[in-house]
């Protein structure tokens, strides 16, 4: 039995969750609303204020199927809760950032500013110059707007140039030692 598929996800209140035909799962809590289409091998079941996701057999594919369905699901409730948020920042002399109504404008050390527009659910804020704060409900999108921004302009590992997660550690290298 998979450890983590086997959990049931509790539905907090103000949280309501229907699983229509084909598995589409709609999850609707304070936040917003979530749908998602998942697998139609694995059946989602939900009992009283419980979410239960079981599977038909222990093939190979049902097993990895599994745990995958009950956290994409797991993730929707937490989505509509609380939402989900990541942090990056910017390292780099003249390496500066600005919010302009949708719009985030990048100094990245190339000859022109760097424009990014929030994609629907995303919400980017900026903090001083060099940290963004990307948040919203879908942690797929989420991850997702943060990894095209990080994608801009990547830390190097000389002198930790770059734009970086808060939590991620830069493997740094020492410089070429002349005679």
């Known amino acids: 039995m998979s450890r983590i598929g086997k959990l049931p996800i509790t539905i ?3 949280v309501e969750v229907k699983v229509g035909d084909g598995n589409i799962v709609t999850v609707k809590g304070p936040k917003g609303l979530l749908e998602k289409k998942l697998s139609s091998e694995i059946s989602i079941e ?7 996701v079981t599977r038909p057999s222990d093939l190979k594919k049902h097993r990895a ?3 995958l369905t ?3 699901v797991a993730n929707m409730v937490e989505g509509v809760t609380n939402g989900f948020s990541k942090v990056l920042e910017i390292n780099g002399v003249g390496y500066r950032v600005q919010k302009q109504g949708k719009k985030l404008i990048l100094s990245l050390g190339y000859s022109h ?12 804020k900026v903090e001083g110059q060099n940290k963004i704060i990307v948040s919203g409900i879908d942690k797929e999108k989420v991850g997702q707007y ?5 994608f ?19 493997r740094r290298k020492e410089g070429k030692t002349g005679k």
Not at 155 to 170: C, F, L, N, S, T
């Open 12 to 14: 907090p209140s103000g």
């Open 46 to 52: 939900v009992k009283d204020n419980e979410i239960v």
């Open 65 to 67: 199927l599994h745990g």
């Open 70 to 72: 009950r956290t994409l």
């Open 113 to 124: 500013p760097v424009e990014m527009e929030d994609p629907e659910g995303i919400e980017s």
């Open 146 to 150: 943060a990894a095209e921004i990080r």
């Open 152 to 170: 801009k302009r990547p830390p190097e590992p000389y002198k930790g140039k770059g734009i970086k997660y808060a939590d991620e550690v830069i």
